[in-house]
């Protein structure tokens, strides 16, 4: 009884050993040849193809061949060639052509193999995608699709999309015209921002003027187009940016020079406004550098926003320091008594009105001698 299993399990072994290549052992293809070979296709573009499926040798037991193509109007054309022999050509005009296992058994030690044509045009599509141009593979007698389908695509456009994403790179690109010249004419170097413009306009003109086969190296353009309008916006903006830190600062430069003067007058040196004037002064440099900061980090919209802070705190400064200035000038005497706060106001001003009479007085005096001196001269006659 062992014996007997033993018999049937090496029997059974064998069968699926000597099984095995037919299942395993594939159609190859060889010798593709497409037209057009490189490039995208536009819909209704003819397309050719020519190609040999070798059989796999040392077989005679063969599957079904299913051949398939996305392409419209097809002809297929193919022979049986048997040890180099051809056989009558088939033709069709069928989307699938399925070549029976019956066509394609021979002696194992036969070469087989099918030369095969086929045209038609690239279909229409609603969005640019890869279509098939041909697709292989087995079925069994059963139906059943048998290992990986052999395939070859073509990418297939739909010309819109070409169109509308030149058109929508011109809108952008026209924005970006019109925030240039707003720029402008504020003052605020666009030379960076006008040079990506460039670069667009160049992009999309070569884009606009490739044929339609081309459709991929169109879409790159349109890609660099977009990119370097992007890239002119966030350079216009940071010039923006700039430009409002550079008008911030304008006020600190101002005061600090008469910060410098009030703090070298002995007179004023101390005095309780010059301390909130620097202090107004140093809040507007804290946001300038805050300002800066957001710059370095590319974040604009706040760069402005703390310049804008930047120049109110420093405009400040500068207002109260040319009111400082305007009041010592006018009441100099003021400062002799500074750091008295209002005492040496009230001080300031008793000293002038005494300054007043002491001259008053003096003139009186020096007009009564000159009165005298004159009437003497008048008696001596």
């Known amino acids: 009884m062992k014996g007997m299993g033993l018999k049937r399990f090496i029997l059974v ?46 077989q005679s037991s063969m599957n079904d061949l299913i051949m398939n193509t996305a392409l419209t109007a097809p002809q297929w054309s193919y022979i049986i060639y048997v040890n180099g022999n051809p056989t009558a050509p088939t033709q069709s005009s069928s989307a699938t052509v399925d070549i029976s296992s019956f066509l394609l058994e021979y002696k194992s030690s036969d070469d087989v193999s099918i030369g095969v044509t086929l045209t038609g045009n690239a279909p229409t599509v609603t969005q640019t995608s890869n279509q098939t141009l041909v697709s292989m593979w087995e079925e069994d007698s059963n139906g059943n699709q048998l290992a990986t389908p052999y395939t070859q695509t073509a990418l ?50 070569q884009a606009q003027s490739l044929p339609s086969s081309q459709y991929t190296d169109a879409l790159n353009a349109i890609s660099s187009a977009t990119t370097a309008i992007t890239n002119g916006e966030t350079l216009l903006d940071k010039s923006w940016a700039e430009s409002e830190i550079a008008t911030a600062q304008s006020p600190v430069n101002n005061v600090d020079a008469l910060i410098a003067y009030f703090q070298g007058n002995s007179s004023t040196a101390n005095d309780a406004r010059l301390s909130t004037i620097i202090t107004e002064r140093e809040i507007a440099v804290s946001y300038i550098s805050a300002a800066n ?47 008295l706060g209002g005492v040496g106001s009230v001080f300031s001003s008793s000293i002038l009105l005494i300054g007043v009479g002491v001259v008053a007085v003096v003139l009186i005096i020096v007009g009564l001698i000159i009165y005298r001196k004159r009437s003497r001269w008048d008696e001596l006659g």
């Open 13 to 58: 072994f064998g069968l699926l050993v000597l099984l095995v290549p037919a299942l395993s052992v594939a159609y190859t293809v060889n010798s593709m040849t497409i037209n057009p070979s490189s490039g995208a296709l536009t819909p209704g573009t003819s397309v050719s193809l020519s190609y040999t499926v070798q059989e796999p040798s040392g």
């Open 293 to 339: 900061d957001a710059v370095t980090a590319g974040n604009f919209a706040q760069a402005r926003s703390k310049a804008e802070q930047a120049y109110t705190e420093g405009n400040q400064s500068y207002n109260d320091a040319l009111a400082f200035q305007a009041a010592v000038e006018a009441n100099p005497f003021a400062n002799l008594l500074g750091g």
């Open 156 to 205: 297939v456009v739909n010309t819109a999309d070409v169109t509308t994403a030149i058109a929508n790179a011109n809108t952008q690109l026209s924005q970006l015209k019109a925030d240039i010249d707003e720029k402008s004419a504020l003052g605020i170097d666009t030379s960076a921002a006008q040079t990506q413009y460039n670069t667009a306009q160049s992009q999309i003109t």
